[in-house]
DNA sequence: CACATTTGACCGAC
DNA sequence: GTCGGTCAAATGTG
């Protein structure tokens, strides 16, 4: 479902065909969550914001063909006007006085010691929340060290929010393009951000029982600025997130990014107890907005339009959720 | 000087 | 004993 928007980030800067095929298959996705918003009468909303998804994959379909096919389009009857506006490095958007204060401090972020902070920034940075690295280690069976970040709110309003972040070692053999894995506990409770507070609203059950929740980003090496940002979908890592002690990543995962995507966007993969394990922690939807507020170099990822499907898809994924999670 | 990161050590869970 | 998460002193940067 809104996993299925996991592929419209796929769209990012550099088509590929597997791009084009994830798109394919989240736009597949859509349709048949589409196909069921309107067999229920009572999820109007839904509909149209299914509606909206589906045109979002279109587009993205479209650009993707436009650019890389050169006109091969298939099935998408789309606009066809993949108007590629690209965002601008938003900066603090929605942000209060202090944490647009505080934001301004952590753009001058040192890079005390400098190996790997670049990393950990890229994969960081681009929150609507403050994060302050407090560890580091490195896990049995992956090649990356997980870092460990907290709210910078922590101490002034005991913020209790954590966020670990992992590189995934699947992706970054031979993409040379490094897939994130980040883990997000807790709950914003310094409310900071506009949304942030709206989001406490609409997730207030999980509030404290750091139920993880789980987005995959995907960055290019230095040449691109392609990136993606993946919901908490992943089925296996935000089962195990939730159900143990977050185990790191998967080993296994052959595929690395495309893996992590597929689950999300092939219809009838458990997503049902996913779901119910893991909801989309509302930091986690926060997080989405301000992904795009420092893409890379400039790379956009996808239009403002697309976010906000991001962002009312999540409002409504709270209304589904609780329809799945209470199956007829 | 203030603040953030680094990194070894500590602690609890399994 | 091992592993993962957190703490806190040391260190770097603006």
């Known amino acids: 479902m809104a996993l299925t928007m996991v ?19 989240g736009r597949e996705s859509a349709a048949r969550l589409y196909a069921l918003l ?50 601008k490095p938003g900066r603090g958007r929605g942000l ?17 010691g400098g190996n790997g902070a670049r990393i950990e920034r890229k994969a960081t940075m681009d929150d609507k929340f403050l994060w302050r690295k407090y560890g580091q280690k490195e896990i049995k069976n992956s090649k990356h060290p997980r870092f460990y970040y907290r709210c910078s ?69 230095s040449n691109g600025g392609d990136a993606s940002v993946s919901w908490p979908c992943s ?4 089962q195990n997130n939730s159900e143990t002690s977050h185990e790191s990543s998967p080993p296994e995962a052959p595929a690395g990014e495309e893996e992590r995507l ?5 219809a009838g993969v458990s997503d049902e107890p996913i779901m119910e394990s893991t909801p989309p922690a509302p930091e986690l939807l926060a997080d989405l907005k301000p992904m795009d507020g420092c893409l890379l170099d400039g ?21 589904l959720d609780r329809d799945w999670g209470a199956p007829v």
């Open 38 to 87: 309107v067999g229920s009468s009572a999820l109007h909303g839904p509909v149209g914001l299914a509606e909206q998804i589906l045109l979002c994959f279109d587009r993205a379909l479209a650009k993707l063909h436009g650019v890389n096919l050169a006109g091969a389009e298939d099935d998408d009857d789309a606009a066809g006007n993949g108007n590629g506006r690209k965002r």
């Open 7 to 25: 592929s419209l980030a796929a769209i990012a800067g550099k088509p590929t065909a597997a791009s084009a095929q994830l798109v394919a298959e």
């Open 262 to 266: 597929r689950p999300c966007t092939a």
């Open 153 to 221: 709110y922590k101490d002034d309003h005991g913020c209790t929010a954590t966020k670990q972040v992992q590189q995934s070692e699947t992706a970054d053999d031979d993409t040379a393009s490094p897939v994130y894995i980040i883990t997000y506990f807790g709950e914003h409770t310094c409310r900071h951000g506009d949304d942030a507070a709206a989001m406490v609203v609409d997730g207030g059950e999980e509030e404290d029982q750091l139920s993880p929740a789980q987005m995959v980003i995907s960055f290019a090496s």
């Open 299 to 319: 790379e956009s990822l996808f239009g403002m339009d697309e976010l906000v499907y991001f962002h009312e898809l999540s409002a409504a994924l709270g209304l």
């Open 235 to 238: 089925g296996d890592d935000a």
């Open 96 to 112: 209060t006085a202090a944490s647009a204060a505080a934001s301004s401090k952590r753009m001058r972020v040192s890079n005390a």
